[in-house]
């Protein structure tokens, strides 16, 4: 479907970051990753690499065998063998266990601290509190010093792993240097001068440079070309990224006397989220001229008439879609999401039947509980409707409301059954989620 949104927590500053979600990039990050993923020594069906909605040049593990990379990496990135040096040296941090060793880190700069204050309270004790306080002072820098040692030494074995995995994949490390240099080139925006990377979380983009241009320029892949089909499917993949987290700049970027495939993605986006409706059809249109076939661009079509007001218009392209792609529960959402918008009772059966197959594939889809819960509601099946609304609002990061809707279903629900099991997890997991909130307000 059009990039579809949730809230995903996840370990970093925020709360919670925006997650962007579509069939055709996680297909596509699915098969540029199969071979690194094999590579790493990992299951593919344990992987997952999912993107953030920032516009910063990142990308980054936190805890599984997850891969978060932002949107603006993805922008920023000029091809997919670019984006590959990246996923492989993510997997290193996954396969070297590093977001779980980040405590051994933490106990080391900890002890430090700890040592350091005891020296400079006994100092003070003994009469010298200047000294005792430049102890303290000092502590803190050097326990500030081994946390940051310790985190370059885990992005140096990742830069390693990284150029193995790439090397054992047959995939040209050549991306991974052309985009260290580009994060060279934004130290360099930022003024970030230092001659080493001592006071720094990373080591600077030139020292990698410098490490990994003799290890990738050996290896027999360094001049093997990124397959032109996986190349082709990147570039549309980023265009239609582009259209959608930045439709004004997108026509920029992509005039209306480019007519290659990414442009016209690019553009059908772009004039679909501003509000352009047969703009944006004529562009899918064009899209379909050159591949009538293709799942995405009827998925696309069909998601421009729906969002604009045209369900029955977008059932048939939606249906062709299904067809097309059968393992896109995300395509079949949205066709579900069509029948329901019809208001046409007659639809309701076959919004379910669709409906159901697509969570018991992906789960993780908000939309298609929140349309689940629609259907069992016209049915009169109002248990049902609060544990579909549960599931949704538990995926959106509301526990509250995830929480009223979960105890709605347990009074509904006959107790033991698979039901009411599932809205028990939903309920304890989202009381956990609001006592942890209370409590962290508390103090």
Known sequence: MLFLTL?????????????LRDSETELLFRDMSAPLVK??????????????????????????????????????????????????????????????????????ATAITVLSLLLGLAAAAAGAPDAGMGLMMAGQRAAMGSFMAFTRAQE??????????????????????????????QEYRLAIYSKDSYDRTHPLSQERIQALTEVYQKDPAWNRPTDPALEARFQRVKAKLIGYVDSKNAITLYPESDQSVPAHYARAYAYHLGAYPEKALSEADALLATAPDDPFFLELKGQILLESGRPREALP???????????????????????????????????????????????????????????????????????AMAESRNLEGEPKL??????????????????????????MVSQAALDKDKKKKKD
Do not use: C
């Not at 809230?7 to 997650?19: G, R, T």
């Not at 040049?57 to 997850?66: E, K, L, M, T």
């Open 7 to 19: 809230l995903f927590a996840v370990a970093q500053p925020a709360a919670a970051q925006q997650v």
């Open 317 to 387: 392209l939606l249906r062709q879609a299904v067809a097309n792609a059968p393992d896109q529960p995300m395509i079949a959402v949205s066709l579900g999401h069509a029948l329901v918008a019809t208001e046409d009772p007659k639809n309701l059966a076959e919004a379910k039947n669709v409906l159901r197959a697509a969570v018991g594939r992906d789960n993780e889809n908000p939309m298609a509980w929140l349309q689940l819960g629609m259907i069992y509601d016209r049915e009169g099946d109002r248990p049902r409707a609060a544990l």
């Open 156 to 185: 140096s074995s990742a830069d390693s792993a990284g150029a193995s995995y790439l090397s054992q994949a047959g995939v040209s490390g050549r991306g991974s240097l052309d985009f260290f240099k580009k994060l060279q080139n």
């Open 402 to 427: 995830a929480l009223a809707s979960a105890r709605t279903a347990m009074a509904g629900i006959p107790s033991g059954t698979p039901d009411y099991l599932r809205a028990q997890d939903i309920a």
């Open 39 to 108: 590579a790493a020594g990992l299951r593919p069906e344990n992987v997952k690499i999912v993107l953030l909605r920032d516009d910063e040049i990142n990308a980054f593990v936190a805890g599984g065998q997850i891969v978060y990379i932002h949107s603006g990496l993805l922008q920023k990135a000029d091809n997919a063998n670019q984006v590959q040096g990246v996923i492989a040296h993510e997997l290193g941090h996954v396969a070297g266990g590093h977001i779980l060793r980040l405590n051994d880190g933490f106990k080391q």
